[in-house]
């Protein structure tokens, strides 16, 4: 008896002494603060942080791989002791959030039938799941059993619902999920998330240059949440009044109803559910990501940098804008007439952005009114460059300078901008382009007798919208077609008479597929004119290079824009970024928006202290093969909702707005005419 | 018995798994992911050795000279508790890269009772030093051989048609009888 308790206590004693030794021998320093980081977590070891247990939570968070707020399950108090205790500031993370990006589900179709276990990861082992979409949701549920906190289930249509106020962002279905239906991520991360090859994108998606997720929004609208619909074209374009009026809608060109029948009016509806939120007189909430303290100087306030900076601003950053013009807006403001788009309409829009706290300077102009060692020095991080195009071709033909020659922007921004202009009774405008369009309506507006529209190929190669060329051909403007201009003719006062051309005719094609135009020997043709407008193309206008600083560096192409890395939109000096017409050469506005959100994902990489690198896998508006379709089953023809406009008689003497807005009911029906698309599945009508 | 009969008679004949039904909580616990198998094979190997000889040294020098036999069970526990958490010290400091790999499944064999059951077979079977310590190092391969050989086997049966009532643990528990009496072929070889 007594030996047993004596052993029983010597062999407590022994081994406790060994280990206490054993603890001092091989004793490893640990960080005092995890121990004390440890006692402030939940102590569940529910692996909701998605570290192996509390104690493996707290070393990542003391070794700062993990935010103060790791812990999913304490209250604010604890994460602000902690955030004490790691000497940082509590609540500057952005909170996680499951989202679902496969709305396919049960109508997607199957390339077997399985009858094994349900489970994804079972069916994913076996060529890679069922359906024929090799991303679409297998719906076997393995996110609805891997949340903790009864936030997911599976919808009636066979795909994850997630419900966000239950959703702590764990990112449990993230990792359970063998596809990636299910991606937790911030608001910032979203917003900065570029189309990528394994994403599930429509073809009208895919196509979109700012990769608006189009389904999404025409589903809400579907469901009468006008909203929500404003929310999801916010994430990636904030000029949704401006593009809703101007954007040529190149996403139509790929619409699936557009195969077998009209294709969705998509630009329509965008405008549509942008004039409800500005007539419901109050603005929707945008939310932004916490302060981050980093400043961009962002030069030129156009499309391109309103949307860099808007982007840049909901990720947290401040950006301010320097504009040379005396109002914000670019090319949307001095480009593009009023009747087009109302000045009333794109001042509501540009507020907006600069409520979220942008600064803006107008009037200054880069190398002239502030140099830009005087950016840097004033500690700016980084400098995103979107001056646009704004420096006309000249045709170099004799008598350019007369008085009555105009050039095709120049002459725009002065309308713009309310300056007098001594206008014409006969005029010329040359060029193909949306510019020369432009100058041709506003012209008839101001009350011109003729206008001409001189062109040197035909009609079928001109590079300005449809829809402009047709509203152009009912409201009166002739069309000059295989003419190339010649000389300027004018008077003994310097003052424009008419203008000299020589007739044309299509050749062999050229280097862009067009057939080129030859001159016809001996064709001289006048035109009796009192004024030209040139406006046959646009480059940037970099004169603020070349003043011994900085920018000297910066490679600029042949085209006279700016030298970046297409994926990055990075220059050669690397906290110079630049998007927008002054990058690509004219193009699109939703080119530029699509540019300035591209470029605000660099920046932010840049002012993180990360590496600036393409994200990979990134569409950049290439299609993903065999998503787009030669033909589509199951559509019913259903006529597409008329543009309501002006009557051409009312509106060629006004500057009003030409296009209408549609009706709810219009807009309700055009929105059931959505296939609402994915890669490859779609809901047919019939 | 030679030594080479020891051998086979641990890993296959009675196998501490499917002979001796040792150790059933790991094998059906961490059997779902051959990773999962492998690192809990490698340390139960690593413990079972250690804990094998050390229990056979205090057995035969302590508890029968000092006429302590009953006291075996309470004693080998504590043994084994202790041993392995001195073993997880000395591994932090000395080799932090295999501690980094026994990761978890080091403390958690704490109690498995495959270790355990080897380091009492020690004795029933009145094994030398040698034996005792070759016989663990064995029995933990034979157990490692069991597990990952069952690993493999349930990750294809998520792929069969299992009818519902038998999905997931109930299929693995038949499976595992059905490994269970293929290893009883091995039964009088040696």
Redesign the interface.
């Known amino acids: 008896m007594v030996e047993s308790i004596l052993f029983t206590f010597g062999l407590g004693a022994v081994c406790g002494l060994i280990l206490s030794f054993a603890s001092k021998i091989f004793y490893v320093y640990e960080d005092p603060r995890i121990a004390i980081v440890e006692n402030l977590l939940a102590g569940a070891n529910c692996g909701g942080c998605g570290f192996a247990g509390c104690s493996a939570a707290a070393e990542a968070i003391v070794n700062e791989e993990a935010p103060a707020n790791a812990c999913i399950l304490v209250g604010v108090e604890n994460v602000s002791e902690i955030a004490i205790i790691m000497g940082s500031e509590a609540g500057t993370a952005e909170p996680l959030k499951s989202y679902n990006n496969c709305d396919g589900g049960n109508r997607a179709t199957d390339r077997f039938i399985y009858n094994g276990l349900n489970s994804c990861s079972a069916v994913t082992s076996l060529y890679g799941g069922k359906r024929d979409c090799s991303i679409g949701c297998l719906g076997f549920g393995d996110c609805v059993r891997a949340c903790g906190f009864d936030a997911i289930h599976i919808g009636p249509d066979g795909y994850p619902e997630v419900d966000e106020e239950k959703c702590v962002g764990c990112g449990a279905c993230e990792t359970a999920c063998p596809k990636s239906i299910l991606e937790v991520r911030t608001v910032s991360q979203r917003l900065l998330h570029l189309n990528a090859y394994d994403n599930a994108l429509a073809p009208c998606a895919q196509t979109c240059p700012a990769e608006i997720d189009i389904p999404r929004y025409i589903g809400h609208i579907r469901k009468g949440e006008y909203e929500e619909a404003v929310n999801t074209i916010r994430e990636r374009n904030p000029l949704l009044l401006a593009c809703g009026r101007v954007c040529p809608h190149p996403c139509e060109s790929y619409c699936r109803r557009g195969i077998e029948d009209e294709p969705v009016s998509i630009n329509q509806l965008k405008r549509f559910v942008a004039d409800y939120e500005m007539n419901s007189g109050k603005r929707l909430p945008i939310e932004c990501a916490p302060d981050t303290g980093k400043r961009i100087a962002v030069i030129g306030g156009g499309p391109a940098g309103l949307s860099c900076a808007y982007f840049l601003r909901r990720v947290g950053h401040h950006p301010e804008i320097f504009e040379a013009m005396p109002k914000l807006g670019g090319m949307l403001r001095y480009g593009i007439p009023e009747y087009r788009l109302p000045k009333k309409v794109l001042d509501w829009e540009i507020d907006g952005i600069l409520n979220l706290g942008i600064d803006d300077h107008t009037n200054v102009r880069l190398g002239i009114d502030f140099d830009f060692g005087s950016l840097i020095a004033a500690g700016f991080d980084a400098v995103f460059f979107s001056v646009g195009a704004w420096n006309d071709y000249n045709l170099g033909i004799s008598g350019e300078d007369l008085q009555g020659c105009f050039t095709g922007i120049d002459f725009l921004a002065k309308i713009g901008n309310n300056e007098k202009v001594r206008i014409g009774q006969r005029v010329a405008v040359i060029g193909g382009g949306n510019t020369a369009i432009d100058c041709c309506r506003t012209l008839l507006r101001k009350g011109v007798d003729k206008v001409y529209l001189v062109y040197r190929r035909t009609r079928k190669e001109m590079p300005a919208n449809e829809v402009e060329i047709v509203a152009s051909e009912h409201e009166g403007i002739e069309f000059v077609f295989l003419a190339a201009p010649n000389k300027v003719i004018g008077n003994e006062e310097n003052q424009v008479t008419g203008l000299e051309y020589l007739k044309m005719e299509l050749g062999e094609p050229d280097a862009s597929g067009r057939r080129r135009p030859v001159p016809v020997e001996g064709s001289e043709t006048v035109l009796d004119v009192d004024m030209i407008i040139t406006a046959i193309g646009q480059s940037p206008l970099l004169a603020f290079r070349g003043k011994g600083d900085r920018l000297d560096d910066l490679e600029i192409t042949r085209w006279n824009t700016f030298e970046v890395e297409p994926a990055t939109c990075q220059t050669n000096v690397p906290y110079i970024f630049g998007a927008g017409d002054s990058a690509t050469g004219p193009a699109l506005v939703v080119d530029a928006i699509g540019g300035g959100r591209k470029a605000a994902r660099s920046i932010d990489q840049f002012l993180k202290g990360k590496p600036v690198v393409p994200q990979p896998n990134a569409l950049l508006n290439k299609h993903i093969p065999g998503t787009i379709f030669e033909s589509v089953e199951g559509v019913i023809q259903k006529k597409r909702t008329e543009m309501p406009e002006l009557p051409v008689a009312q509106r060629i003497h006004t500057l009003d707005e030409v296009d209408l807005v549609i009706s709810e009911a219009d807009a309700l029906y055009e929105s059931n005419r959505c296939l609402s698309c994915c890669r490859l599945c779609y809901n047919a009508d019939a | 018995m030679g030594y080479f009969e020891l051998i086979i008679a641990c890993i296959f004949v009675n196998n501490i798994l499917l002979a001796q039904f040792l150790g059933n909580c790991p094998f059906l616990g961490t059997s779902k992911k051959m990773e999962t198998a492998v690192g809990m094979s490698m340390a139960v190997v690593f413990v079972t050795v250690m804990a094998g000889t050390l229990t056979w040294v205090i057995y035969t020098y302590?508890l029968v000279n000092?006429?302590?036999v009953?006291?075996r069970t309470?004693?080998f526990i504590?043994?084994i508790a202790?041993l392995v958490?001195?073993v997880e010290?000395?591994l932090?400091?000395?080799i932090p890269a295999l501690y980094a790999g026994l990761?978890?499944f080091l403390p958690l064999i704490t109690t498995n009772c495959a270790v355990m059951g080897v380091c009492v077979l020690n004795i029933d079977k009145e094994f030398t030093f040698l034996q005792a310590l070759v016989a663990s190092l064995f029995y933990a391969v034979g157990f490692g051989l069991a597990l990952i050989l069952f690993a493999g086997l349930r990750?294809r049966?998520?792929?069969?048609?299992?009818p519902k009532p038998l999905?997931?643990t109930s299929i693995a528990l038949v499976t595992a009888g059905m490994i269970s009496l293929a290893f009883f072929a091995f039964q009088g070889m040696v």
Do not use: H, N, P, W
């Open positions: 302590i000092f006429d302590l009953y006291l309470i004693a504590v043994v202790s958490q001195f010290m000395f932090k400091k000395s990761g978890i990750e049966t998520l792929l069969a048609r299992v999905q997931d």
